[in-house]
């Protein structure tokens, strides 16, 4: 396919993308407790916020449903609470409660 003089490919805007091989993304929405949750997601998938969705917490994550599934660790911490050092990266924080309880989730990668 030829290219119009002054468009640019694929390949110079996103550096990694294979023109052979298209893959097809799509967000899926978990339903977040608090506490300790392993998470059964594709591999590799991207977590992208927490946020808090008809009073319940929810995790949205961008997904390859094409990867096989993993296992993920996501932990669930509030405001003062203890941490064990396992958590692993922060993901973000949402409120509950009109503000009086906020937590703080993270993500402990595969199981």
């Known amino acids: 396919m030829a290219r119009r003089q002054g468009t640019v490919g694929p390949q110079k805007l996103y550096p990694n993308h ?8 799509t967000i899926h929405k978990y339903a977040l407790g608090i506490g300790d949750h392993t998470i059964s ?4 998938s991207e977590i ?3 946020q808090m969705q008809y009073n319940m917490p929810q995790m949205w994550v961008r ?17 003062g609470h203890i941490l064990t050092g396992w958590e692993g990266k922060y993901i ?3 409120q509950a409660g009109g503000g009086d309880l906020v937590w703080h989730v993270f993500d ?3 199981a």
């Open 18 to 25: 294979k023109e052979t091989h298209l893959v097809s993304y």
């Open 41 to 44: 997601m594709p591999w590799d």
């Open 48 to 50: 992208l916020c927490v």
């Open 63 to 79: 997904c390859d449903q094409s990867k096989m599934t993993a296992s993920r660790k996501i932990s669930v911490r509030g405001t």
């Open 92 to 94: 973000g924080t949402f």
């Open 108 to 110: 402990g990668g595969e």
